[in-house]
């Protein structure tokens, strides 16, 4: 297991795409969309926090449960707690409506971290994945500067951060690193996911 990093799940978030529903608990392959995510991170991470402003309905699952220091909404912000409270110098964070993350992809890119990192993140055709990446404790500092300016989204501050841009094609667990990064944030995605998991097509 990772003394260097500690795990951290995102579990916030408004879910209006969903009525108010909470995301982690949608079943996908039979299984809540959060138990994958944790069985993903079991075994890779000595500690593992949960970000939530609601810890009343998270208990069912072995982690710390942590909540946001600034009273906003976002994943930013649920980044910035979970380095906050983690007693790592990196954290590993995942959202949790990520059914199909690979625990190989999560190994690999953590064996990427080198101790002048700020970032490790992987790249794909699509783009960064900031919700599948490892931040320093020194992403701090430049984080809460944004969060005091309102601007939330996480890619801001890399420019003054050292980033370790990983490629898909380098991550190991090959039978689905582009699916290891869907994230369900649409009830049509929802319903594409459960497809995937039930034998249809990516």
């Not at 995102?10 to 529903?21: D, H, I, M, V």
């Not at 220091?69 to 976002?74: F, H, I, L």
């Not at 094609?169 to 497809?195: C, D, K, M, Q, Y």
Request: proline residues 6%; hydrophobic residues 40%; charged residues 25%.
């Amino acid at each position: 297991m990772s003394t260097l990093c500690s795990g951290v799940v995102l579990a916030g978030g408004e879910n209006t795409r969903f009525s108010g529903q909470r995301k982690a608990f949608f079943r996908v392959g039979g299984k809540r969309m959060l138990d994958h995510v944790m069985a993903a991170l079991d075994g890779v991470f000595d500690d593992i926090l949960l970000v939530t402003n609601e810890p009343e309905r998270y208990l069912d699952w072995d982690a710390t449960i942590v909540t946001d220091v600034y009273p906003v909404r976002s994943s930013l912000t649920g980044i910035h707690a979970g380095l906050r409270f983690a007693d790592t110098p990196f954290v590993f964070v995942l959202s949790c409506d990520m059914p199909f993350v690979r625990k190989e992809v999560i190994q690999e890119l953590v064996h990427r971290i080198e101790p002048g990192d700020d970032v490790v993140i992987p790249e794909t055709e699509k783009g960064l994945e900031p919700l599948c990446a490892a931040y320093s404790q020194r992403c701090i500092a430049p984080f809460e500067a944004q969060l005091k300016r309102g601007e939330m989204q996480i890619g801001r501050a890399f420019a003054r951060l050292s980033v370790r841009r990983v490629p898909e094609r380098e991550l190991h667990g090959s039978g689905g690193p582009i699916r290891s990064f869907v994230n369900v944030n649409t009830p049509e995605e929802l319903a594409s996911a459960r497809e995937v998991a039930d034998g249809g097509n990516p």
